[in-house]
């Protein structure tokens, strides 16, 4: 193997170590946005014990930098034991490298 070989597969495998740590795709942490949402979403609630969720289609719209817009609907009942319909959208943002590390950028739920 010549130097130039060497040289060269050096470059490269520096390159791919850098552009792995540059450019992080988020996107694989859907699922735990939405997990993350729903439990946000239990804490509004006046009766969290029994709720149903339904999703939008799509439920998730990833927009880049770790921020995830979730969609859907939850019913519960509530103290008077009516049943309540209420939708939300919520923006989570992924801070670190557990699942759960998710903050709530913005949260809106309507009956």
């Not at 520096?14 to 993350?36: M, P, Q």
């Not at 969720?53 to 439920?59: G, Q, V």
Request: no cysteine.
């Amino acid at each position: 193997m010549s130097i130039k070989n060497i040289i060269f597969i050096v470059v490269f495998a520096a390159f791919i170590v850098y552009y792995a740590s540059v450019n992080k795709d988020l996107s694989g942490y859907s699922d735990e946005a939405v997990t993350f949402v729903q439990e946000h979403v239990r804490t509004q609630l006046q009766n969290p014990g029994n709720v149903h969720f339904e999703m939008a289609k799509p439920p998730v719209v990833y927009g880049g930098g770790g921020k995830y817009e979730v969609r859907g609907a939850v019913e519960y009942r509530n103290d008077s034991g009516k049943v309540i319909r209420s939708s939300y959208t919520a923006v989570a943002v992924f801070l670190g490298k557990e699942g759960s590390d998710f903050t709530i950028e913005n949260f809106e739920m309507q009956e």
